[in-house]
């Protein structure tokens, strides 16, 4: 069992002293000092221990009926007529209300668009400037896109003009073809 240096005694938990003091000098231990908990707070190593007074109701009563006469009672306000509230829009397909909507960001189901359609569009507005899409690329004009089955029906056409060596459809369907990818069709020559 390990006793105190100082006073000799194992007051400590399982006979041990709690406390392990190192002299240290130039980063070396010097010497190793195990003390109880009563000599490391006569020796300053611990701060003391907080004594606890039993103080009984009337005291604590006393002590706050002291102080509660030093706050002066604040006179009540005339209690105001409340307005009706009026209830939360929700979503009667998903039951999604509008406290939901703006704090998770996200719409329940197909029906919310409706439902929620002012603050949506207010919401749009805000964010993109529109309300309406304007494409991909607003600030660019909108071309649309060839259809893929039409241009398959040319290729084969322009195929099977070359094939019957008639050059002359075969260059009407070749300029027709860069017209509508936007000259972006290769020769096959």
């Known amino acids: 069992m390990q006793k105190c240096t100082y006073c000799g005694k194992g007051q400590c938990k399982n006979g041990v002293p709690s406390v392990h003091a190192l002299d240290v000098r130039n980063g070396e231990v010097i010497q190793a000092h195990f003390v109880c908990e009563a000599m490391a707070e006569q020796l300053g190593i611990l701060a003391p221990k907080p004594t606890s007074l039993p103080i009984s109701s009337e005291v604590f009563d006393a002590l706050l009926g002291d102080a509660q006469k ?11 007529p409340s307005a009706p509230r009026p209830t939360e829009t ?7 209300t509008l406290g939901a909507f703006k704090q998770r960001g996200r719409l329940g189901c197909p029906r919310c668009y409706q ?3 002012p603050h949506v569009v207010a919401l749009l507005e805000r964010v993109h400037d529109a309300t309406a ?13 060839p259809d893929p089955i039409d241009l398959t029906e040319l290729r084969n056409r322009l195929a099977q ?12 369907l070749r300029d ?3 017209k509508i990818t936007g000259g972006t069709e290769e020769d096959d020559e």
């Open 161 to 172: 003009a070359i094939a019957a060596e008639q050059y002359e459809e075969a260059s009407r």
């Open 70 to 80: 030093l706050v002066q009672p604040q006179p009540k306000a005339a209690p105001r």
């Open 90 to 96: 929700s979503c009667p397909a998903c039951a999604l």
């Open 115 to 117: 439902v929620f359609r």
């Open 176 to 178: 027709r073809l860069r």
């Open 133 to 145: 899409h304007r494409g991909r690329f607003p600030g660019r004009t909108v071309r649309k896109a």
